[in-house]
């Protein structure tokens, strides 16, 4: 049963900084994507940023140069760490594959971003 486990949001003020972890289970990373995927009150989840097996990143436009993807293989872990942080990125960050298995999402880890 594959699992994704997130952690490390909180709030945080403009500009600030955060850095968000995905423990994964039943799903190895280092020969998988991984996306992190987040949701805004009132809007669709969508994915903001992906790693492939190769570790080449993704990003969409509204976070590059703000945001790093990166895995830690050893830990079977990956990690999303947030500069730069607007009111615009408050919103519930998932982690998942890509394209996302339906059953396996978990319970995401909140970011609040004031300005």
């Known amino acids: 049963q594959v699992q994704f486990v997130e952690s490390g949001g909180g709030w945080v003020q403009a500009g600030g900084s955060l850095r968000l972890a995905c423990v994964a289970s039943?799903?190895?990373?280092?020969?998988?994507?991984i996306g992190w995927y987040r949701q805004a009150p009132g809007k669709e989840r969508e994915l903001i940023t992906s790693l492939n097996p190769r570790g080449s990143p993704g990003y969409v436009d509204s976070v590059l140069g703000r945001f790093t993807i990166s895995r830690d293989n050893t830990k079977n872990t990956a990690y999303l760490q947030m500069d730069s942080l607007k009111p615009e990125d408050t919103a519930k960050y998932y982690c998942?594959?890509?394209?996302?298995?339906?059953?396996?999402w978990g319970q995401g880890t909140q970011v609040t971003v004031s300005s």
């Open positions: 039943g799903f190895t990373l280092s020969t998988n994507s």
């Open positions: 998942n594959d890509v394209p996302s298995r339906p059953n396996s």
